[in-house]
T-cell receptor, first 111, second 114 residues
Framework: GQSLEQPSEVTAVEGAIVQINCTYQTSGFYGLSWYQQHDGGAPTFLSYNGLDGLEETGRFSSFLSRSDSYGYLLLQELQMKDSASYFCAVRAYGGGFKTIFGAGTRLFVKA | NAGVTQTPKFQVLKTGQSMTLQCAQDMNHEYMSWYRQDPGMGLRLIHYSVGAGITDQGEVPNGYNVSRSTTEDFPLRLLSAAPSQTSVYFC?????????????FGPGTRLTVL
């Protein structure tokens, strides 16, 4: 089967940089995705890494290392509106067309 | 485009009742899925569909049925509601089965089973 692990909570200060890690166990997979979810809202897609390395989208970057079964989401110049839950997700080989999500990391941004 | 829409937004059921959660998308996406979200457990896949007439089970399919008669609609049926099915239900879609890494989610249905 597949499993993903993320820290349950992270706290950071406005204007700072924060990294949210995701480690996964799967026999093979297509890539790692990240989603953001504000309280009471729906998850929204942030980024996808199909290859090893860094992908940058504005203040957000995502990194993948297949050899380490590890990825992270990097948020720069934190704003109060970044307070939300962040989920990593994978679609594995041989599991049909299923995307499996981690339990999520709750990010608290303090003034 | 409205994207992915879900109805109702809120629902309260009694144990044993049945109901259908509606999901529709207007993006001509082939792939659609249903997730449930419980506190501290992330999103768990219930059922998914790779196209009209084709459905398959996800991680937690028991107690739920789906069908996909059109590309646009993917309803989720609760056969006999149980308190354990109290959750927030999200419908999602992606362009096709090869692009499920990028899914678009509906606003969710908050279901309480008494």
């Amino acid at each position: 089967g597949q499993s993903l692990e993320q820290p349950s909570e992270v706290t950071a200060v406005e204007g700072a940089i924060v990294q949210i890690n995701c480690t996964y166990q799967t026999s093979g997979f297509y890539g790692l995705s990240w989603y953001q979810q504000h309280d009471g809202g729906a998850p929204t897609f942030l980024s996808y890494n199909g290859l090893d390395g860094l992908e940058e989208t504005g203040r957000f970057s995502s990194f993948l290392s297949r050899s380490d079964s590890y990825g992270y989401l990097l948020l720069q110049e934190l704003q109060m509106k970044d307070s939300a839950s962040y989920f990593c997700a994978v679609r594995a080989y041989g599991g049909g067309f299923k995307t499996i999500f981690g339990a999520g990391t709750r990010l608290f941004v303090k003034a | 485009n409205a994207g992915v829409t879900q109805t109702p937004k809120f629902q309260v059921l009694k144990t044993g009742q049945s109901m259908t959660l509606q999901c529709a998308q207007d993006m001509n996406h082939e792939y659609m899925s249903w997730y449930r979200q419980d506190p501290g457990m992330g999103l768990r896949l219930i059922h998914y569909s790779v196209g009209a007439g084709i459905t398959d089970q996800g991680e937690v399919p028991n107690g739920y049925n789906v069908s996909r008669s059109t590309t646009e609609d993917f309803p989720l049926r609760l056969l006999s509601a149980a308190p354990s099915q109290t959750s927030v239900y999200f419908c999602a879609s992606s362009f096709d089965r090869e692009t499920t890494d990028t899914q678009y989610f509906g606003p969710g249905t908050r279901l309480t089973v008494l």
